[in-house]
């Protein structure tokens, strides 16, 4: 919630191995983009617990390739704040493949920083369901649901 009291939607955002030297431009663009960073940290998957995160890719092609990618080196996860996140992030970072950006989405994250169709530096939640999944993934204390008016907030 803002200071009025009006839900602000939540999202989860990496910068991936590949883009971890450049996250200080990165949350510059973030940041200018109207974004709060809620909440950051650095972090070293496994290869299981990068397999979990992309379950929903689990059996395609480029998946034993992209789990390598992922636990190659540290990433930089990050809760998002703005009015329409989800959404909003996932147009700033353009499309999933960093050569296709630099045609269509010359201003994207993606085509800034990224360098082809796996090595993309960043990742964005594509829905409310996967961004309740993805900030509990990495910030298993973070509150992402309202918290009602008028009641105690004893879970978190
Ligand atoms: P993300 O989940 O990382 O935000 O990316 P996305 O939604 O735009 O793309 P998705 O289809 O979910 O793919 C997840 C990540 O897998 C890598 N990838 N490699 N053909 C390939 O080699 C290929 N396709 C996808 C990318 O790193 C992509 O972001
Ligand atoms: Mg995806």
């Not at 191995?17 to 496994?46: C, H, M, S, W, Y």
């Not at 379950?55 to 996860?77: Q, W």
Request: charged share 20%; glycine share 4%; hydrophobic share 40%.
């Amino acid at each position: 919630f803002n200071k009025s009291g009006i839900f602000v939607e939540r999202t989860l955002a990496l910068i991936k191995p590949d883009a971890v030297n450049k996250a200080i431009d990165i949350e510059t663009v973030i940041l200018n983009q109207g974004f709060t960073i809620l909440q950051k940290r650095r972090v070293i998957l496994t290869a299981e617990q990068c397999s979990d995160f992309y379950s929903e890719h689990y059996g395609k092609k480029f998946f034993p390739s992209l789990v390598a990618f992922m636990t190659s080196a540290p990433l930089v996860a990050m809760v998002l704040a703005k009015e329409n996140a989800i959404q909003q992030w996932r147009e700033l970072i353009g499309p999933t493949n960093s050569d296709v950006a630099k045609e269509t989405n010359p201003d994207s994250i993606r085509a800034l920083f990224g360098t082809n169709e796996q090595k993309n530096a960043v990742h964005g939640s594509d829905s409310a369901v996967s961004a309740e999944r993805e900030i509990r993934f990495f910030f298993p204390n973070c509150i992402v649901e309202p918290i009602p008016v008028g009641q105690p907030a004893k879970d978190y």
